[in-house]
C-alpha cells in the first residue's frame, strides 16, 4: 500500500455519486469538443486559406456586382499574377436531394490558374471550353444529385428564375480536406448571355488574384482599393481568409457566443466536481482528523482531496476523450461530410481541440478540489476529530 | 517493539490552562494544572462529562494548545514546537486509540495498522513485518485481509490498538476505549493495553467514564471543574 491506494479508494467509497460526476465530466468534455469541433469546421475554410490568394468585392456588400471590366484593370496592378471572378448563382436542387450547395459562375478561361487547391484534368478543362452549359462539380455533390460525367443536371437558383440545364462535363479533385467538395462550377458567360440575368449583364460578384509570395498582400489591397476609389462602384480588397470569414458574415455572432458556451460548459463542469469533492471531504472530515491525529501533516490531507478530484476529472475526461473520437471522428464526422458536404467540407474534431478538452478537465479537476482541500488540511485536529457524519 | 523499565516522568504539565469561547464569553476547560505521569505508567482519567478531560487528553497527545502553561511529553516541550513539527512528534512518540475506532473503511486491517508506516522511510517489506506484528500482538493476524465492516466492534477496536503501537510509540492515549463495547469486548480490550503497559513497557493515558475499566488502570485520577481531585 502506499498514499495514492487511499485516494484512490476514496474515489468509490460513494460509488454512484463518483460515477454521476464521472459522466458530468464526460458529457462536459464532449459537449466541448462537439462544439469546439463546430466552430473548426465552420471556420475551416478561412483557416486553410491560400496566403497567395486575395480577394476584391464591392465595398458596400458582397451582394452588390462589380462591372466586368474591373477584371482587367485589376489584372494590370502590379504583384498579380493571375486574377479570375465568380458570380453567386444561389443554386438550389429542385428535387431537394441536398439542402444547400455553392452553386458559381466563373471564368472557365482562368478559374483554375487562380483557385489550384481545385484540380481537373486539361482533358476535363478542354471539355469544359468546347461546352457553354458545362459544369464541373466536387465529388460529394455529384454522388448527391446522382450525376456523373456526360449526365444532364438541372437546378434552380433563388436569384434567377426557371430551370437551369447542364451538362457534367467534368469532377474537379480537392487538393486538401477542407476544399469544399460539394460545390456546382459553371462557366460564366453561360450566365452572362441568358437573359434572365438581364440583372447581372457584364457584372461579375467577387475577384480572386493570386499573387506573387512576396508581395505584402495588405499593401497591394490597398493598391487595388486605391484604383477603384473614385470609381461609383469602389471595392474592398482582403486576404481570401479575411473574404472566407466576411461570407460566414452575422454568423460570427453565433459562432462567438458558442465560444462562450463552450466554456460555460467548463464553468458547469467546474461546479459539479466541486460541489461532489466538498461532500465527500464534509462527510470524512472527521476520518482527516484521525489521519491527521497519527501524524498526517495538512499537505498530505490536502493532496488526498486534489488527488481525488483531478483522478475523477481526468476520469472523466479520458472518457469524454474516447467518446468523442468514436462518436465525432468515426460516426459523425464521416455523415456530416457525406451529408452536409456543402457546409462541413471537414468535420472532425482535432486532436488538439481534444487536449484542451482532457487538459481543461485536469486542471478544472485541481480547481474544483482546491477550497475544500484548502479548508480541510487547515481545519484544527481537534475540531476534526469533533466532526462527525 | 521496544521495551523499558517504568521510569521518570514521561508527561509534565505545569501550569495548564485551557480557555475556550462561546462568543465573547470565556469558559476555562482547564485551571492551573499540573500533572505528573511516570513513564511505564498506566493511568486512567474520570470526571463527568464537561470537566475537560479529553481536552487534557488533547494536549498531552499534542494535538491541542493550553492557553499558558508549559507541556513536556517524552522530552519535548510541545508549546514549542510548529503545526508541523508537532504532527511529526505525534506520529513517532503517540499512539490514538479512539472510543469508536476510527478506521478507515476502504483499507483492509493491515492496510489501516500500516497508515502511520507510510510516513515513515521503512521498506514496503519492513512495514509488512512491523504490520504482522502488531496484528499478531492483539491477536488478529488472521483477520489482516478484512475490512472493518467484516469485523466485530471487539476486533475493530484491536485493529485500532495495533495501528497505535505499530510505530512503537512511548505513550499511547485512549479516549474512552471501551465506550462502544459490550463489555466481553471491553475486558478483552482492557487485558490487551493491560499487556501493552506490562509486557511492553508502554505509557497508557487513559480517558474513561467507566469505573470498572478505570480499575484496571494502575493510577486513577480524578478531573473535575478543570482541576485534578
Known amino acids: 500500500m502506499n498514499l ?3 485516494a484512490r479508494r476514496n474515489l468509490f467509497r460513494r460509488r454512484g455519486r463518483t460515477i454521476l460526476t464521472i459522466i458530468a465530466v464526460t ?7 462537439a462544439i469546439r469541433t463546430f466552430i473548426v469546421a465552420w471556420n475551416a475554410g478561412a483557416d486553410e486559406a491560400a496566403a497567395d490568394r486575395i480577394a476584391t468585392r464591392h465595398k458596400v456588400s458582397i451582394t452588390m456586382q462589380l462591372p466586368r471590366h474591373y477584371i482587367d484593370e485589376l489584372r494590370e496592378v502590379p504583384g498579380i499574377q493571375a486574377a479570375t471572378w465568380a458570380n453567386w448563382f444561389g443554386a438550389k436542387d429542385p428535387k431537394e436531394r441536398v439542402p444547400f450547395f455553392a452553386g458559381l459562375a466563373v471564368d472557365h478561361n482562368t478559374w483554375f490558374d487562380v483557385q489550384q487547391d481545385m484540380k ?7 471539355a469544359w471550353k468546347q461546352t457553354p452549359n458545362g459544369a464541373i462539380l466536387g465529388d460529394v455533390l455529384a454522388r448527391a444529385l446522382e450525376v456523373q460525367v456526360g449526365s444532364r443536371l438541372v437546378i434552380t437558383s433563388d436569384i434567377y428564375p426557371g430551370d437551369w440545364e447542364f451538362k457534367v462535363v467534368g469532377i474537379y479533385t480537392p487538393v486538401r480536406k477542407t476544399v469544399d467538395r460539394n460545390t456546382l462550377l459553371f462557366r460564366w458567360d453561360y450566365l452572362n448571355n441568358d437573359p434572365r440575368a438581364v440583372y447581372s449583364k457584364e457584372h461579375l460578384g467577387w475577384m480572386v488574384s493570386r499573387i506573387a509570395g512576396s508581395a505584402d498582400s495588405a499593401a497591394l489591397s490597398r493598391r487595388i482599393d486605391a484604383k477603384f476609389e473614385s470609381r461609383d462602384d469602389q471595392t474592398m480588397t482582403m486576404s481570401e481568409r479575411a473574404f472566407a470569414l466576411s461570407f460566414l458574415g452575422g454568423f460570427s455572432a453565433v459562432l462567438s457566443a458558442f465560444q462562450w458556451v463552450s466554456l460555460g460548459i467548463l464553468v458547469i463542469m467546474t461546479l459539479i466536481l466541486a460541489n461532489t469533492i466538498a461532500m465527500s471531504v464534509r462527510e470524512r472530515t472527521h476520518e482527516y482528523g484521525v489521519l491527521r491525529a497519527i501524524g498526517f501533516p495538512p499537505g498530505h490531507i490536502f493532496g488526498f482531496i486534489v488527488g481525488e478530484s483531478l483522478l475523477v476529472s481526468l476520469a472523466g475526461g479520458l472518457v469524454g476523450a474516447v467518446i468523442v473520437e468514436l462518436l465525432i471522428n468515426h460516426a459523425l464526422g464521416p455523415f456530416m461530410q457525406d451529408n452536409m458536404a456543402g457546409v462541413f467540407q471537414h468535420f472532425f474534431t482535432p486532436g488538439w481541440v481534444v487536449a484542451v478538452a482532457v487538459g481543461a478537465a485536469a486542471v478544472l479537476g485541481v480547481v474544483a478540489g482546491l477550497i475544500p482541500a484548502v ?15 | 517493539m521496544s521495551q523499558g523499565e ?10 495548564i490552562n485551557k480557555t475556550f469561547y462561546r462568543g465573547k464569553e470565556p469558559i476555562h476547560v482547564l485551571e492551573n494544572l499540573d500533572l505528573d505521569v511516570p513513564g511505564g505508567s498506566f493511568e486512567a482519567l474520570m470526571g463527568p462529562s464537561g470537566s475537560g478531560k479529553s481536552t487534557l487528553l488533547n494536549i498531552i497527545a499534542g494535538l491541542d494548545r493550553p492557553t499558558s502553561g508549559t507541556v513536556r511529553v517524552a522530552g519535548e516541550d510541545l508549546t514549542k514546537l510548529s503545526d508541523g513539527q508537532l504532527a511529526k512528534w505525534r506520529s513517532q512518540t503517540i499512539g490514538f486509540v479512539f472510543q469508536s475506532f476510527n478506521l478507515i473503511p476502504v483499507l483492509t486491517a493491515a492496510q489501516n495498522v500500516e497508515l502511520p508506516l507510510l510516513l515513515t522511510s521503512l521498506s514496503a517489506a519492513d512495514r509488512k513485518t512491523h504490520v504482522e506484528t502488531a496484528l499478531r500482538i492483539v491477536g488478529l493476524v488472521d483477520r489482516m485481509h478484512h475490512y472493518p465492516r467484516q469485523l466485530s466492534g471487539g476486533q475493530e477496536q484491536r485493529v485500532a490498538i495495533a495501528r497505535a503501537i505499530v510505530n512503537d510509540p512511548k505513550i ?5 476505549p471501551t465506550g462502544d463495547l459490550d463489555r466481553k469486548s471491553a475486558d478483552d480490550v482492557l487485558t490487551l493495553m493491560d499487556r ?6 508502554k505509557t497508557i493515558f487513559m480517558v474513561t467514564h467507566d469505573p470498572s475499566a478505570a480499575e484496571r488502570a494502575s493510577v486513577q485520577r480524578k478531573l473535575d471543574k478543570g482541576a485534578l481531585q
Do not use: M, Q, W
Not at chain 1, 458529457?27 to 469538443?33: D, G, H, P
Not at chain 1, 479548508?375 to 457524519?389: E, I, P, Q
Not at chain 2, 499511547?172 to 474512552?176: K, L
Open chain 1, 120 to 126: 481537373v484534368s486539361a482533358d476535363v478543362l478542354a
Open chain 1, 27 to 33: 458529457v462536459a468534455v464532449l459537449i466541448f469538443c
Open chain 2, 172 to 176: 499511547i492515549v485512549a479516549d474512552e
Open chain 2, 196 to 201: 501493552l503497559n506490562k509486557e511492553l513497557h
Open chain 2, 6 to 15: 517504568p521510569s521518570a516522568s514521561i508527561v509534565t504539565l505545569s501550569g
Open chain 1, 375 to 389: 479548508l480541510a488540511s487547515r481545519l484544527k485536529v481537534t475540531d476534526a476529530l469533533r466532526r462527525l457524519d
Open chain 1, 4 to 6: 495514492a491506494t487511499y
